[in-house]
């Protein structure tokens, strides 16, 4: 197993579980202690866990899992996610995404649809993520707007006055929002508020809002709020959102897509 894999499953485990043992990991990866102590000591040089005695925890409840290593988790359900979102999204549309893993799965969904391959454009796509635009920006059938500002490590997204800047002169057809947690009473949020307030003035740019989530989101609640579940016009979730759910977010006026 590389580095890299050993650190993703790791850091998968540490957010699952907010605290590792040496042992504990190194029996969940079939390595050695040592090989997890260095694994641990490397990750905390890079702030991305606290060591302790004997193990590691998370830094807290604000704890964010850079982009790279969150792309694996509930994969299947996001790409099915990202099919239905880009479904809903018509020929010459401008299309508002946000960072994140399900959103990028989303640029990928539309690149390939049999019906976006010409025009003039095909599609606008406003983003503040350099990697959804720099994967887009190879289809020349793409119009790709990026907004300025300043690029956060953790999720590839440009935040602060720059981007504001540029989304306060736009308008999209439709935006579409990567959360960490959406909720009947609480909204859809985001770990940063950087984030947080790019993504809501997209929503303000909007036509219409869909939020993108698997159901592991659904319920939760985040530190920066992004737009209330009023404001959102579709959710398109998994098959594993429960009828109760459903039901609430209907009853707020969310149309909800379980795929």
């Known amino acids: 197993m590389s580095r890299d894999a050993r650190w993703k499953m790791l850091l998968e485990l540490l957010v699952e579980r907010g605290r ?3 042992e504990e990991a190194a029996a969940d990866l079939a390595v050695s202690a040592a ?15 606290v060591r302790t005695r004997g193990g590691a ?16 988790r509930h994969a299947s359900e996001k790409q099915r996610i990202a099919k239905a979102v880009a479904e809903l999204v018509a020929p010459g549309e401008a299309v508002g995404l946000t960072g994140g893993t399900t959103t990028t799965e989303v640029a ?6 049999s019906d976006l391959t010409s025009g003039t454009p095909a599609l606008t ?22 907004t300025g500002g300043v690029a956060r490590p953790q999720s590839y997204e440009l935040v602060g006055p720059l981007a504001d800047g540029v989304l306060s002169q736009i308008t999209v057809d439709v935006a579409v929002l990567g959360v960490v947690a959406f909720d009947v009473t609480h909204g859809a949020a985001a770990h940063d508020e950087a984030e947080a307030a790019i993504n809501r003035l997209l929503c303000e740019r909007a036509e219409r809002v ?10 939760q609640r985040a530190f920066a709020r992004i737009c209330s579940a009023q404001a959102v016009n579709t959710l398109v979730t998994d098959a ?20």
């Open 35 to 49: 090989t997890i102590r260095r694994d641990f000591d490397q990750l905390a040089e890079q702030q991305m866990l």
């Open 210 to 219: 869909i939020v993108a989530a698997d159901s592991s989101k659904l319920g």
């Open 57 to 72: 925890v998370v830094h807290g409840v604000s704890y964010e899992l850079p982009l790279r290593y969150k792309t694996a």
């Open 20 to 22: 590792l043992d040496v």
């Open 125 to 146: 796509i406003v983003t503040n993520a350099l990697n959804i635009a720099n994967e887009l920006a190879v289809r020349p059938q793409f119009k790709i707007v990026l």
């Open 108 to 113: 990928r969904a539309l690149a390939v649809r």
């Open 240 to 259: 594993g959102v429960g009828a109760d759910m459903v039901r609430r977010f209907e009853e707020a006026g969310v149309e909800v897509v379980a795929v």
